[in-house]
C-alpha cells in the first residue's frame, strides 16, 4: 500500500501530460455537433494495453453511422470472480461561447496547480485517476484483493444510449461486483452519492378559444385557466405529496412550474392557447405515474368545468431506482478509505439529477457517485486541480487493495 501511494505522488509529471494529451484530442459528444469520441478512445485503448491484463473494446454504431467506442480494462484480482468498477466518460460537453475562455479548451494549460480544459474535471479526472491507481500498483507489483475494472464510455452527456446502456447486456456487471462513478462530488470528497430523484418534465398545453379583450364572453381565456391549472396542481402536489426524506437536500420532492412559452403579441387579445411546463423531482418512495395520473385527473376535471381541453405530454420521465443501502460494502469502504487517506468523515447523501449510477442501482448492484471536484463542469474554464486527481487516485487504489 505505501509503495503505491508514495508512486502516485512520483507520477505526478506523467499524471499531467496525460491529462494534457487526453484533453488534446476533443472528444466532444456528437448529440452537441462534436466528432464523437473515437480518437480520444484510440488514445485512450492503447494506454490501457500497457498496464491491464485484458483490454475489450465495445463499438457502438449511432444513428447517423458514428463509431462510439467503450473501453473496458482490467486487471486481475487475487479473487478474479468479482470486479470493482470504476467508470469515466470520454465525452464531453461542447466549449460553449469560446469568448468566455481564458485558455483554449482544446489546448489544456496547466497554471497554479490546474490544468484548464473542455473535459479534464467531467471527466477527464475519473479516467486519469483510475488509470494512475492501476498503473501505480502494477509498478508496485501488487495485485488488487479483487478484479479492478477501468471503464471509459461515451454518450454520457447524451444519456448514455451508446456508452454505458450498450454495456450492461455484455455480461461484464454481476451482482456481487462495487460500482465507484466518479462523476459528481464536493470539494473536499466529503460527500458520498447513494441515491438520485425520479424527474418528469410536463408540458402542459390548454386549449381555449381567442377572441377580443374587450369581449370575453365570445372566448376561453386559455391564459387564466392555464394559471389556475398550474396553481391547483401545485397546491395539491405540495399537499398531497409532502414525505421528507432527510438523505435528500432539499429532503422534500420538488414541483416547479418552469417555462413559458409566449402566446399572444398584443395586450387586447384573450390567448386562445397557453403553455407552460413542469419540472417535478420526486422522492423514491412515490410512483410517478400516480402522480401523473393524479394531474390528468384535475385537467379532465377544470377542462369540463371550462370548456377548455388541457393536454399533458411528458417530455422527459426517469424513475430512480432504489438507493444504494447505506451500510452496502462500497459505502463502507470508500468512507473507510477517507478516513484513514485524508482524515474525513464522509456523509452519504441523494441528489436531484440523473448518473449513469442509476443503471446499476436498477439491477441491484450498489453503486456510489465520488470525487473530489470543484463543480466547474460544463463552464467555460473548466480546471481540474492535479492534487484531487493524485488524491482520488490514491482512493482508488486503497479500495482495489483493501
Ligand atoms: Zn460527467
Known sequence: MKCVLEKIDELREEIVNFMVKMISIPAVNPAFGGEGEKKRAEFLEKKLREI???????????????????????????????????????????????????????????????????????????????????????????????NLGLVFVSDEEAGSKYGLHYLMDKDLFMKDDLVVVPDAGNE???FIEIAEKSAVWLKITTHGKQAHASMPHMGIN??????????????????????????????????????????????????????????????PEYDLDRIIEDIKNIAERIGKESGAKIDIQIVQKSVAPPPTPENSEIVVKLKNALKTL?????????????????????????????????????????????????????????????
Open 52 to 146: 491491464c491484463d485484458e483490454v475489450k473494446r465495445y463499438d457502438a454504431v449511432d444513428e447517423n453511422g458514428l463509431t462510439r467506442p467503450n473501453l473496458v480494462g482490467i486487471i486481475f484480482g487475487e479473487n478474479k470472480n468479482r470486479t470493482l468498477w470504476i467508470i469515466g466518460h470520454m465525452d464531453t460537453v461542447p466549449e460553449g461561447d469560446i469568448s468566455l475562455w481564458n485558455y483554449p479548451p482544446y489546448e489544456p494549460v496547466v497554471k497554479e496547480g490546474k490544468i484548464y480544459g473542455r473535459g479534464t474535471v467531467d471527466n477527464g479526472q475519473a479516467i486519469v485517476a483510475s488509470y494512475f491507481a492501476a498503473k501505480a500498483m502494477l509498478m508496485c507489483g501488487v495485485r488488487p484483493k479483487i
Open 188 to 190: 473536499d470528497g466529503s
Open 222 to 283: 386559455a391564459h387564466r385557466i392555464g394559471m389556475r391549472f398550474a396553481l391547483e396542481v401545485d397546491e395539491y402536489l405540495h399537499r398531497t405529496y409532502s414525505a421528507k426524506n432527510k438523505l435528500f437536500n432539499p429532503p422534500e420532492s420538488t414541483f416547479e412550474i418552469t417555462k413559458k412559452e409566449k402566446n399572444v403579441d398584443n395586450i387586447n387579445t384573450i390567448p386562445g392557447t397557453d403553455v407552460f411546463y413542469f419540472d417535478f423531482r420526486v422522492l
Open 342 to 402: 485524508r482524515g474525513i468523515d464522509a456523509r452519504v447523501g441523494g441528489i436531484g439529477g440523473g448518473t449513469v449510477a442509476a443503471a446499476f442501482r436498477r439491477i441491484g448492484i450498489p453503486a456510489v457517485v465520488w470525487a473530489t471536484i470543484d463543480e466547474v463542469e460544463h463552464q467555460p474554464n473548466e480546471f481540474c486541480r492535479i492534487e484531487n486527481i493524485i488524491k482520488d487516485a490514491k482512493v482508488f487504489a486503497y479500495l482495489a487493495l483493501n
